[in-house]
T-cell receptor, first 115, second 113 residues
Framework: DADVTQTPRNRITKTGKRIMLECSQT?????MYWYRQDPGLGLRLIYY???????NKGEISDGYSVSRQAQAKFSLSLESAIPNQTALYFC??????????????FGPGTRLTVL | AQSVAQPEDQVNVAEGNPLTVKCTYS??????LFWYVQYPNRGLQFLLK??????LVKGSYGFEAEFNKSQTSFHLKKPSALVSDSALYFC???????????FGKGTRLSVIA
């Protein structure tokens, strides 16, 4: 969905480095999510935020942190990257008040490789 | 807790034949059910959803899904498969509260000409 953008699209980093993945949306949605995708494991929820003052841990939050800088921006940080954080990361948004109950809209993904 | 099972990692079908991608779910109360598709090097695209009402839901690209409450299933179907349908398909569920979607592990569909 072009209304949800992620930067960078690809990133190679080294073990121990701090890295930030950024997500921006122009859909006006309050709710934002970070997932990671691994082959054979599907999408797993890392963190989610229902508004600027609300941050919630997902299924696999260890080793990650997030920041909701504004309604439109939700960043994911890896404080000290490790190789098993190599994955495809997706940002998503939703807003049940806009008649799209539960439907989430996904960004194009960031492919992260930790060496 | 909510969960989704997609029992097949891979489904192969000949072009023109009907296809089915299976999904079963577990949720407290009434479910909201979704199917998404992922093409190579792309994000997830919404296909269809079941919220309430008619058990047969029609979606994008000729896909449909049937909600079966007694079997807790929401299988994705298409009467006639196209090569361009080859992709990774995800089933997802949430309950009626303020919970994010929970996704299955995905099923890779390969349509052979």
């Amino acid at each position: 969905d072009a209304d949800v953008t992620q930067t960078p699209r690809n990133r190679i980093t080294k073990t121990g480095k701090r890295i930030m993945l950024e997500c921006s949306q122009t859909k006006g949605h309050d709710r934002m999510y970070w997932y990671r995708q691994d082959p054979g494991l599907g999408l797993r929820l890392i963190y989610y935020s229902f508004d600027v003052k609300d941050i919630n841990k997902g299924e696999i939050s260890d080793g990650y942190s997030v920041s909701r800088q504004a309604q439109a921006k939700f960043s994911l940080s890896l404080e000290s990257a490790i190789p098993n954080q190599t994955a495809l990361y997706f940002c998503a948004t939703s807003d049940p008040g806009q008649g799209t109950i539960g439907e989430q809209f996904f960004g194009p993904g960031t492919r992260l490789t930790v060496l | 807790a909510q969960s989704v099972a997609q029992p097949e990692d891979q489904v192969n079908v000949a072009e023109g034949n009907p296809l089915t991608v299976k999904c079963t779910y577990s949720v407290s109360g009434n479910p909201y059910l979704f199917w998404y598709v992922q093409y190579p090097n792309r994000g997830l695209q919404f296909l269809l959803k079941y919220i309430t009402g008619d058990n047969l839901v029609k979606g994008s690209y000729g896909f449909e899904a049937e909600f079966n409450k007694s079997q807790t299933s929401f299988h994705l179907k298409k009467p006639s498969a196209l090569v361009s349908d080859s992709a990774l398909y995800f089933c997802a569920v949430r309950d009626m509260g303020n919970t994010p979607l929970v996704f299955g592990k995905g099923t890779r569909l390969s349509v052979i000409a």
